[in-house]
């Protein structure tokens, strides 16, 4: 099995920095992927390939990954970023994709 | 545009049989991976399985290997995920994802079908 590591939960005022990490063996091999749940909602991809933004994700997304951990940054965090935020990558064979645990945003 | 249409939602007994569908429209169907996931109440997102329609080749993640079975229609742009009897503990939200070109990581998504099993 294959496991990404998430912390539950992360707080930060509206306009600060929020950063939420991934960690996993296999990343300094394989892209991490980052999505966004609002409450009731299908996820959203906010962050592919380790650092790449999708068109209409904001600016203050933006993804970095370094040794055995991917970083999901929120420049600027607004109320509306508060969500449930799950990184997204494969084992070292490539055929077992997994997320991680999820990690809470609260913007406040 | 892009669109993936989950079937509604399911209440079934322990025991039963249940299939739910994702149908896809505004690409071609039989050229990108299709996958499930699922999100028990209140809990994060679980990778289930994959299906390439072009030609049925399937992957499951080892967690969900012999519980479910996940196939395509191609003919009608249609994926499917389905249980032979059901236990109290497939009660949950399950999504249908398209994957990029690039890699079997998600960029489009159905709404969900939420399933219920309740004696």
Do not use: H
Not at chain 1, 11 to 27: F, K, Y
């Amino acid at each position: 099995s294959y496991e990404l590591t998430q912390p539950p939960s992360v707080s930060v005022s509206p306009g600060q920095t929020a950063r939420i990490t991934c960690s996993g063996d296999a990343l300094p091999k394989k892209y991490a992927y980052w999505y966004q749940q609002k409450s009731g909602q299908a996820p959203v991809l906010v962050i592919y390939e380790d650092s790449k933004r999708p068109s209409g994700i904001p600016e203050r997304f933006s993804g970095s990954s370094s040794g055995t951990m991917a970083t999901l940054t929120i420049s600027g965090a607004q109320v509306e970023d508060e969500a449930d935020y799950y990184c997204y990558s494969t084992d070292s064979s490539g055929n077992l994709w997994v997320f991680g645990g999820g990690t809470k945003l609260t913007v406040l | 545009e892009v669109q993936l249409v989950q079937s509604g939602a399911e209440v079934k007994k322990p025991g039963e049989s249940l299939k739910i569908s994702c149908k896809g429209s505004g690409y071609s169907f039989t050229s990108y991976w299709i996958g499930w996931v699922r999100q028990m109440p209140g809990k994060g997102l679980e990778w289930m399985g994959i299906i390439y329609p072009g030609d049925s080749d399937t992957r499951y993640s080892p967690s969900f290997q012999g519980q479910v079975t996940i196939s395509a229609d191609k003919s009608i742009s249609t994926a499917y995920l389905q249980w032979s009897s059901l236990k109290a503990s497939d009660t949950a939200m399950y999504y249908c994802a398209r994957a990029s070109p690039s890699g079997w990581y998600w960029v489009y998504w159905g709404q969900g079908t939420l399933v219920t099993v309740s004696s």
